[in-house]
């Protein structure tokens, strides 16, 4: 079952105040954090900060900046207060995500500068997770989270990660915290939530990999889908961005995008990139639409969305198409969008549209 976050923020939070409380009776604030500047006692002040400051981008739509508020804790407060404080912002975030409707986003910098209630979860969960395990190993204690809460983070923020042994052990790896078998260890990191791209009447929201593998099997990847949908082209291309994933070659932005229909918040089909940009600048497209949703024009909008925004990038200099030729209503979508026709074989027409100045 599709799930927003709202429990795995629950389950985090309780798996770390359960931690953290067994040892609020020990010195914290002279104890460094594991590789961390900050104390046992600042890391788990900013644990809370964190929750809370999640809280607060998604429930107040914040769309520009973060919202100009801090938490500190009463003067006198003792370290079973500062859990008592994350198990209460955690609480309000997960209310948050809860509550919050599929299609809201707020403001966060990395790296499109926004994200959605299961971007604001996955943030919180490994704010959680890391900053549990920085405490815990100052203190030396042992402490590891559930693997499904790794998993949640992962396929989420961290879609350029390749799986390693396990899910606990990629994600310390990949925020600079554990070592890899044949990987460099990590000095520089950041999370990365999906890129949507907004034209008049639709949203391209890059798929996760944790949609793509919903989506790839029965599911319906957290969207809502018009009659008819998802249908087998989405599954398939769903299919491919996982591999990807699985295979560290997956990057977000050159992936599979849903089309979401602005009136009504349902998933219409789906239009994404096959791979990465080859050395000559090249890319090639892929689009298909739920029966119900064609003929109103929706693919050559999304495509000219897309195609935009892909040639404004420096390494992409042209969109490429390859297309059945006897499926004339994509020819006319490409046609339409700008494309035009430059190679043909016994079974498919090519298309491209290049930069402007290329002609």
Known sequence: MWTTGAEQVEQAVAECAGLLGAVADREWEGV???RLEWSCRETAVHIAEDLIAYAGQLAGREQEAYTPFELSLEKG??????VQVIRTTGALLAAAVRTAPRDVRAFHPYPFRSANREGFAAMGVAEVLLHTHDIAEGLGVAYEPAPRLCDFVLTRIFPHVQLGPTPWATLLWATGRG?????????????????????ERLTLEGATP????????????GFAWVEGGP?????????????????????????????????????????????????????????????????????????????RWALGR???????????????????VLTRAGFTQVAEDPEHLTYELREPHEG
């Open 32 to 34: 460094r954090a594991g």
């Open 77 to 82: 407060a003792d370290n079973a207060g500062a």
């Open 179 to 199: 070592e890899l078998a044949g990987r460099a260890p990590l000095t520089e990191w950041r999370w990365n939530n999906n890129l949507v791209i907004g034209t």
């Open 210 to 221: 944790a949609a793509a593998t919903d989506l790839s099997t029965v599911g319906d990847g």
């Open 231 to 307: 249908i087998d082209g989405t599954r398939v291309g769903a299919g491919l961005v996982y591999k990807q994933y699985e295979d560290g070659v997956h990057r977000p932005e050159w992936g599979m995008y849903v089309l979401v229909r602005r009136e009504d918040d349902r998933a219409i089909g789906a239009m994404g990139f096959h791979s990465v940009p080859d050395p000559e600048g090249r890319i090639e497209v892929g689009y298909d639409l739920v029966e119900g949703a064609r003929g109103h024009g929706y693919a050559t909008e999304a495509l000219r969305a897309l195609s």
């Open 314 to 332: 420096p390494e992409v200099r042209t969109v490429v198409a390859n297309v059945e030729r006897d499926n004339t209503p994509s020819q006319n």
